[in-house]
């Protein structure tokens, strides 16, 4: 901006001659602080704003308006006839004729008398005169726009005097002068913002080759614009309330990096090694915002605790986590509620280890901590977060003890299962036979019972319990079902659903069938 | 009936009793019977052929001890009944009878559905045959037996079916198609003491038309012709 500045100083020195002699240059730009537009500055005297004209768009007006509903007659008297009643409020126009305590007034295209005592004039300043900068703009010192005094930046509110042609006549914290009419607007334009492409350096000045340093921004950053110069290729932004120029940035939005500490160690003021010093340290798997990496020192620029410092211990990947010691459990079972990916070890990084279905009953066999536990399934083996994941019931699992079981006569009734775990154990139960060899009962009882367990997924789970239910209702006696669909526990410390004789058919049961010792459908004899 | 293994046998000998009890019941009752003989019947005096059927027929009462009516039995110990005429049993010195039970119809089809899963099965042997069937025990049943619940089976396992009259009697028509058939009205799997109840049950028979027969302990019970 000083150069800009100088350049307009230059330009009206040769013009102006004499007139230079009351150049007064300012030791630092914008140097007015002023309500109106941060013009480009130089002490002309003629060009002050001190010295503008009055603006026209700034008017004395006297008002009057009514202070009650009040009734606008024909004549001065209340007798008269009325032409309508005012409301309160309207603003009318005083003829200046008077007849005693009545005043002559317009109210639209009616002409009456109204009791003046009801009417309040007043008398105030208008001001039409504000306006605002579109864009960056030179100043002239006439409206045939030859000769250029300043400059007024973007988004600057500068008060309107005059307009001739396309020119208008405008006053600024600086100036007054005359711009092109096109680049005023009545209402306040949007601030622009630009991004910093790269991490760089920012100058007070707009010439690379004679300013001075003002500071650096960063990767990522947003910051308000009011000016592209084109010559030097340079947008003038504010930084922390500071307008200053750089040629890193553009309007193009900049995702933010980031980077992780891969091990503890320091931070530093600078990129060199050789000529920087530790500011602080930072901890193995801290996240900071990225700027930049420094090839040559093998440092990046990071934005630790709100300061811009340099390590050389940061990269991309987050580091892996320790791994915690794996602890045997006795095992025991568990339904999943979702479809889970498993890892190789119980950190949230870890490479996969294959996936489990939602519904599918899993052994745990391993804890660490953080809560991870170690399941197997199948062929599938690894470390998933307990919580949330696994669950005792399950809710389309169905555990089977008779003829429904693998390979017996029933067996095709089962289909559509999603996974079966064979020589399960039914808790505390017993399996009779009734004098109908295929007919065997699930009662509470002292030991357990050999079943197997099939589970579906939950699209197909609901109406293979409806169909089931069905299935296993017929059989009654004295009216009443033989077997319900009851939730039982499982050895493995898991419930399904099963069916199972109801505490009428039990005791038909009991009395009426034989028990099979073995608790095995299979090994009855 | 179920065999039994020697570890069972106290609580199955028991389980079976009442089936024995009221079998045993025919034994002693004393009405002559007429014999199935042939293309006819012959008598109970006459003399049976077999030791098996000797004694098979000592099971028989030789008249219906309500009515009066002669009793008249094949030549594999079954008492002939037609459809909806009841087969008894009936406690010596006493004319009601402790049990009856009848068949009503018999169907005969080639498939029915599957039970909730609405699919055609097919039988395992030949035809499913859709048993009409009523029961009744009386309350004094339990009286004679020793366990808390006295009852009689009415499930596919206590009946059989033959080709015809004198011909052999199979058994296991309680295949799991005939279990699975989803049936109307499905009978209970017995009848309690103090009951009377009505309704179907499926078989898996062989033989497209014959003889059904309810003999739950298979040492004869009544046959119905369909």
Redo the contacts between chains.
Sequence with gaps: MLKEELNYQRALIAVLGVASLFLVLLGSTNAHASTLGQGVHVHLGAYDPENAPPSKYIKKVTETKTTENLNLRKSASTSSQSLGIMPKGTIVQLTGNKSGTWSQLKWGSKTGWSASQYLSTRAYTKDDSVRYMTRFTSIYATAARSTKIGAVNFHSQVSLLDVSGTSSHIKTGSYHGWVDSKNLTRTRPAKQYRYVQKSGSTYLGIDPKTDTYAGRVHHGEKYEYRRWDGTNRRDEINVNGRWVWTSVTNRDYVAPQYRYAQSNGSVYSAASKTNSKVVGTISKGTKVRWGAWDASNRRDEINLNGKWVWASNTDRKKPADPIPPAIDVKNYDRFTTGLLTLRKNPVSNSTSAGSVKKGWKVTVTHKAEGGWVRISAGSVTGWIKGSGNLRRHGPYSVAVYG?LRTGQ??YN?MSGFQQKNTNQRLSSSSLY???????TFLTNGPKTVVAEQFQYSDAKGPAML??????E???????RP?YTRQNVPLNGDTESWTYKTTSFSE??VK?????I?SGDFLKR? | ?????A??EQ??SQ??K?AWVLGSTVAVATVSVGLILGNNYYSAQAGPTTQKLQDNLADVAKSDAQTGEEVKVDTQAQVIKSLGQPGKLTVDGTTKPSFEITVHSVKVLNSCT????GEKISPENKKFLLLDVSAKLAESAEKVVK???A?M?L????FGVSPGRNRGVVYDL???AA??C??DK?L???V?AG?EIRGNVILDSPYANGQVVYD?DKTGGWTWSY
């Design positions: 003829t006569s029933a009734v036979q009734l004098w109908n060899k295929n007919w409806k169909k089931l239910d069905i299935y209702g017929q059989l009654k006696y004295q009216g033989m005791k038909v009395n009426s069938g034989r028990y010792s004899s | 009936m179920t065999k039994f293994n570890q069972n609580c199955n389980k079976r009442i599957l039970r909730g899963f366990e808390d619940i009852l089976p499930d596919a396992s206590a309680n295949t799991v279990f699975s989803d049936v499905a209970d799997i017995a309690g009951d739950p």
